[in-house]
């Protein structure tokens, strides 16, 4: 099965979230719930762990605190700075829709996606929905509150990339 997103819904989607509400704080995507950090991490800790999906910058993933250990980073957030060329925003669309094709496995699974502070990763969460999964979360409160907590995290290794 071949992923295809609806490039111009996911641009929407991704300018609502530099609006004022996000700004304000009023979060609502219909289509995705969120997960507190404590019940994140029962489900990291169970025979069935959900997929974690980093949707922060590269530099955000792999330095500073780093990031959730096993985390998938997809770096969503980097669409933003793509807007202004619709070339590179197409090529950006067309290098995503191949890395949720490597995800299909997943598809029925639990997936969390993770940001900064919980708003994008909301987002991103809507844009998979959209695309087929079954069952995404967002980690309310994001990677921020994830340390805030003083919870395991790793950092990147650079000679290595990612992988499902």
């Not at 704080?25 to 219909?30: C, R």
């Not at 997929?51 to 959730?68: K, N, T």
């Not at 029925?108 to 996606?113: A, L």
Request: contains cysteine; charged residues 25%; glycine residues 10%.
């Amino acid at each position: 099965m071949r992923v295809k997103l609806n490039r111009r819904g996911m641009l929407f989607k991704i300018a609502r979230v530099v609006t004022s509400k996000l700004i304000r704080g009023e979060y609502h995507f219909s289509n995705v719930s969120e997960i507190s950090s404590e019940e994140l991490r029962e489900h990291m800790a169970s025979n069935t762990p959900p997929l974690l999906i980093d949707v922060r910058d590269a530099s955000e993933y792999s330095s500073g605190f780093g990031h959730l250990p096993g985390a998938v980073h997809i770096p969503l957030m980097e669409l933003v700075v793509k807007f202004p060329s619709a070339a590179a925003f197409k090529a950006a669309i067309k290098d995503l829709e191949a890395r949720f094709g490597e995800l299909e496995p997943y598809m029925q699974g639990e997936v969390v996606t993770i940001c900064p502070g919980g708003g994008f990763s909301l987002v991103a969460a809507e844009i998979m929905a959209e695309a087929g999964f079954q069952n995404v979360r967002s980690l309310s409160g994001g990677a921020d509150g994830w340390f805030k907590k003083g919870y395991p995290t790793e950092l990147a290794d650079p000679g290595k990339g990612e992988s499902i």
